[in-house]
């Protein structure tokens, strides 16, 4: 029907058994949402790529939050007992690289997230934003209330910068 909200529908059922077999075996599984599909996108035209990332839709805060919270719900309930943590963005430090849109909207973004995955599976924990190397981006987020929202504050490490992880023991 012309206007209405896109169905919010997850199939991961060739994942499951996957999944299944790795908790099975006792392997701790973190998920990751990192990308937001094009049919939910605020951006959803936008198909520029700069580096490595996904398209520009990608990046971008979803068009309804009430759609994306309930996909993010169903994901959550789909792998109830299998995903002990969410991890939430990658890099959204890195200049219009995986996240491109404000850390304002990152926030926003970070909540409306944990929110549904929260309502799929009350027994999760929360991870994001996957930072790069950014100390005052990561500030920025947290003066926006990033914790509030968050149980675990991801980073990236790698030997390219080592200097980098002595700002984030400071």
Sequence with gaps: QSGSPPS??????????????LKDQGIFLIADIQYVPRIVSSRPDD?????????????????????????????????RGLVQVWQIANEPDLPAGYWRGTPEQLVEFVRHSATGLRKGD??????????????????????????????????????????KIGNWQK
Excluded: M
Excluded at 51 to 56: E, K, M, V
Excluded at 126 to 150: R, V
């Design 47 to 79: 198909l520029t790529r700069v580096g490595d990332s996904a398209p520009g839709f990608a990046g971008v805060p979803p068009l309804d939050y009430e759609v994306w919270e309930k996909f993010t719900e169903n994901l959550a309930a789909r792998y």
């Design 122 to 163: 009350s027994s999760i924990r929360i991870a994001a934003p996957g930072l790069f190397a950014s100390t005052d981006y990561a500030n920025t987020l947290f003066e926006l209330g990033l914790g509030k929202y968050i149980d675990i504050l991801t980073v990236h490490y790698t030997e390219e910068q080592p200097e």
């Design 8 to 21: 919010v529908v997850v199939n991961v059922a060739g994942e499951l058994p996957y999944a299944q077999a």
